[in-house]
């Protein structure tokens, strides 16, 4: 009987606990929020498409100068990886327009458009690397 009545005196609390660790945290809806907080990754053909058929857009290529020196999208601005933290609110001031990335292979792309999406941009899509560009380049 003493140990069922000692049990029955930690419900209480349990329950408190309980209750007290479902209060505060995130919501299903906050926690989906910060994990849609990302770039959108797509094809070479679906970026091309884009440029095709969108008018307010730019095109971010990552790499350093001298690989933009060599070959480039037509029309894209050069913006290292490295160097989007420092430059892209003085080179990109509408963080609801649409950036398109891409950089050699599309690692650094990745980290760019990673890098821009936590600097607050929120249309930004990723298509890897100009090793994979089918279309127009200069020089």
């Not at 000692?6 to 995130?26: D, E, M, Q, R």
């Not at 969108?54 to 020196?69: C, F, G, L």
């Not at 990886?81 to 649409?98: F, G, T």
């Not at 600097?119 to 899509?125: A, P």
Request: aromatic share 8%; proline share 3%.
């Amino acid at each position: 009987m003493k140990n069922i009545l000692k049990l029955l005196w930690l419900v209480p609390f349990c329950l408190l606990a309980i209750g007290l660790a479902s209060c505060g945290g995130n919501t299903t809806d906050e926690v989906q929020t910060q994990m849609n907080n990302t770039y959108v990754q797509i094809s070479a053909a679906e970026a091309k498409a884009l440029m095709d058929s969108e008018k307010d857009y730019v095109i971010i290529d990552a790499r350093t100068q001298e690989e933009y020196d060599a070959g480039h999208i037509p029309g894209a601005v050069l913006i290292p990886e490295y160097e989007i933290a420092d430059r892209a609110e003085s080179k990109l001031p509408d963080k609801n327009q649409l950036i398109l990335v891409y950089c050699r292979s599309g690692r650094r792309s990745k980290i760019a458009s990673q890098a821009l999406v936590d600097l607050g941009y929120t249309n930004v899509k990723e298509f890897g690397g100009i090793i994979d560009w089918e279309y127009e380049t200069v020089k």
